[in-house]
């Protein structure tokens, strides 16, 4: 007898990233992405965006890192794993607080999500080895993958590092020292390579090859995709028989097929 799957697609919105280095622009072009797109997603904003002085544990966690970090850019403080765990628990905290808004059936657009602790705590770990840098970066996103879901969709917004290096340094009235630099360029090959591993969740926009235009047109595409038949959204840690955190259904439930029953 043969078993016809029946899966009704899960009513919340998909949940979205936008991930690349400093400067390449995720903000400028996901805010030309969405010029004019009803309903309006929401927009988790990006880390240096958070007030200081905002109350709440995720700030307070940001709060610690930046102080641990005195000034670098990249929350560098000297303790990579230490860091990353945190840096996971803001994320996840990200997403305990986009929930309700998921659950509605809104689609949510992380500015930067666990990609980006994953590629820049590699690094760390492996300063000088890109290929083994590379591998603890796959495993630090499957660790990422145990504290919270991944994104439904990840856009990475590349380009020429140097050049995202001058939009940050304008932008933010700053000047990055060399070594800050070359840890950009060496992020920016991490993220292209990590992209790769995951072609179903990752999309890439390269600025090298399209005008701002054309890059906003892909992204909103995209976007605009992403909520097309959405699986649930289960608690990583508590296994397969998990109910879906935005409608709530178990597997098995409504006639849904669950292929773990
Ligand atoms: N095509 C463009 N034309 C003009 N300005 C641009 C363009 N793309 C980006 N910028 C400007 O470059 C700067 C960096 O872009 P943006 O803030 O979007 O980068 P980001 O990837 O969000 O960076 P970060 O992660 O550091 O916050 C901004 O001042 C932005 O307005
Ligand atoms: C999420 C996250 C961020 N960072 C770094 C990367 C940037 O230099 C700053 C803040 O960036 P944003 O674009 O303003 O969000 O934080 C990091 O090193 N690790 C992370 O997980």
Redesign the pocket.
Known sequence: MTITAHRPACTRGPLISAEGL?GVG??YLTNRALEGLGPKPLML?????RATRHPGLGDALLRALREASVGD????GGTPMT??LI??A??RHDLDTVLPELASGRPVIE????D??A???ALQLHPGDLDAARQSAVALLGLAATYRPLPDLTILVTDDPSKALERAQRRDRCAFTTEQATFMAEACTLFEQLATTDPVRYRVVDRRHVNEYEAAQQIRAWIEGAGDDLGCLSEPWQGPGAACMCCGTEPGMNGRYSPNS
């Open positions: 400093n995720k903000t904003g990006a880390f240096s965006q850019p990249f929350l560098r860091e990353a840096l996971m803001i994320k500015g930067r999500s666990v980006t602790t590629v820049c705590q």
